[in-house]
């Protein structure tokens, strides 16, 4: 939104526990959000998320002790507030303020009972990272308002962005202490949506049925959803990321989102030209020598790769849906060589020790029989718990037997150092022929976005996000880059048969018809680039600046150093 009647924020203070902090989709919503909006606002937009302490290294950030420095010493002196300040270290760096929200535990109970008696989130019925997410959201209000008091920024327009239910309690301190900051909160799934699928309910046939606050009492998730819910009612602006998100949201949070903001994506992280080939030549070797060291297979050169990857929702992602599909593969007996990875972090002890031995070794391919366990590369703590690997030997999907389809689980973060590949996520994405993501539960989808930006053609679903998104630009086939495949609540059959004919299909593609379909990947992914994608959270900052009247109406900016 560019035209003259929408009113530009002078400042944005926006905030997520994935600023600095790779945890999830989130963070790769913020981190190549960074640049557009730095670019728009220089030095105006300021990300905030938690200190997780100085002791470990953090990449993602550059501490810089004369930014703001005069606030920090009397923040630091006058108010008790524990932050470090620098620059977060993604395209367009800008500026990044990590707080140390220990110190709040000590007040926790009067924090929740003000909650509780203000806006009835019943903070006692909660567990997990409930504390944590509220002690750094109650740090982030606290942050927050010492900023926009020491800057003097009274009379200007300022935005205050939180993300997710965790940083509710920032939105809400910040309602009832700082009214003249508008505030916008994007939730980026439900967490009583997400909480019902991850709880094996059927989600979209019963959808008009479910009352979000009586599921949350069934489910012991009333101290997120009320928090979730009460933000969502009380900002000044309230988005979410997709239309399906949306309905959810008006269904179980009883609020529709103002604006649909959808996730975009910065093309700067990938390579171009010599250097992409350069890399894609760099990760299918990685791929194929573990592949071949772990199965003790010699892999040609032109085998198909094939992979699913994101949090371990076993559900939700549809992690069980793409191992069936790949064992449907298995079956027909392809005449292609096709290798799968699972690639989804899962709690494990490390790299496993006779494959980093045999990859050391630079031993041929096929010189050397199956190792234990052929298809997984890590060490798991209870693997015989763990559902991928439950699966995996209910299928007898273990790579044992003479057959052109393997299957692998590398169930480590890709970080560049995870001990068998060494090499972070998109070096390897870039690798890859084909992704898959059979998502049950899915507000946007990241990984299918992420995938076609690297030119590596996807299968999603009508239940995620961008699926739909795609469906809107005329994408359905996989010719077009992305293939949308139909998903109920009871079709898990079909869809699994759909994917393995699709993925047969595919091996046979001549290398024509592969280029044209990579390029139409890469194609659509332009049109979800944060370019174009950035208008609707400048619309969220005019609605929210249009509901709150409080805000200053001097164009002058202040500078931040």
Known sequence: MTDMQTVIPDYIF???????NKVGGIY??????????QDLFPDKIIFIGPDLGQEHENPDFIENKTLLKAWKKQAGEKENLKVRVGRWNVPGKPVAILVDFLPYYKIKDA?????????????TVAYGDYDESCMFAYGVGLVIESLYRFLQLQDKKVIAHLNEWMLGMAALYLHDEVPAIATV???????????????NKPLYNQFTHYNGDQMACELNMVG???LEKQTALHVDCFTTVSEITGK???QLLERKPDVITPNGFESNFVPKGKAFDMKRATARKALLQVAGQLTGTSFPDDTLLVATSGRYEYRNKGIDVFIEAVNRVKQAQPGHSIVAFILVPAWIKGARKDLQERLKSGRPQ??????????????????????????????????????????????????????????????????LDLTIFPSYYEPWGYTPLESIAFHVPTITTNLAGFGLWAKTEKAGDLDSGVKVIERTDSNYSEVAEEIKNTIINYSEYDSTQILKTREAAQVLSEKASWSHFIQYYLEAYDIAFERNCHCGLDPQSHDVR
């Open 28 to 37: 790769t919503v913020l981190s190549t959000r960074a640049k557009t909006l």
């Open 185 to 199: 909160f994007t939730t980026h799934a439900t967490s009583i949506g997400r909480s019902i699928c991850g709880n």
């Open 366 to 431: 096929g010189s050397a029989p199956t190792m234990h366990t052929p298809f997984i590369t890590h060490e798991l703590f209870q693997t015989q718990s763990d559902k991928v690997c439950e699966y995996l030997y209910y299928l007898n999907l273990t790579n044992q037997e003479n057959n052109p389809v393997k299957l692998i689980f590398v169930p480590s973060y890709l970080n560049g150092n995870d001990g068998i590949f060494n090499l972070p996520y998109y070096d390897l994405l870039i690798g």
């Open 248 to 250: 959810e949201c008006g």
């Open 14 to 20: 926006e905030s997520s526990w994935e600023v600095c």
């Open 224 to 226: 997120k959803h009320i």
């Open 111 to 123: 924090i929740y009972f003000r909650m509780w008696e203000k806006y009835g989130i019943d903070s």
